[in-house]
């Protein structure tokens, strides 16, 4: 498993990348259906790859998972 520390966008953020990506797709035209699209729900910002893990060595998800409720300003 591939495991990094990223940030997400929040829901605005991923609407507004979702417009853009359609936008982009149409742009392109006819080679749009062959390139490989990221749908926008999955887009982040790696700030950090890790590396392959087990899935053994893995913390538990709820004590390592963090969203902007948790992030002080």
């Known amino acids: 498993m591939r495991l990094f520390v990223a940030l997400k966008p929040d ?9 853009r990506i359609l ?3 149409d ?5 749009a259906p062959r390139l ?25 998800r709820k004590s390592t998972r963090l969203n902007s409720s948790h992030v002080s300003e």
Do not use: M, S, Y
């Open 36 to 60: 490989r699209w990221t749908p926008a729900a999955n887009i982040h910002a790696t700030l950090h790859f890790l590396g392959e893990v087990t899935p053994a060595r893995l913390p538990d």
């Open 23 to 25: 936008q982009v797709q």
């Open 11 to 19: 829901r605005t953020a991923e609407a507004k990348l979702a417009q």
């Open 27 to 31: 742009a392109v035209g006819d080679l």
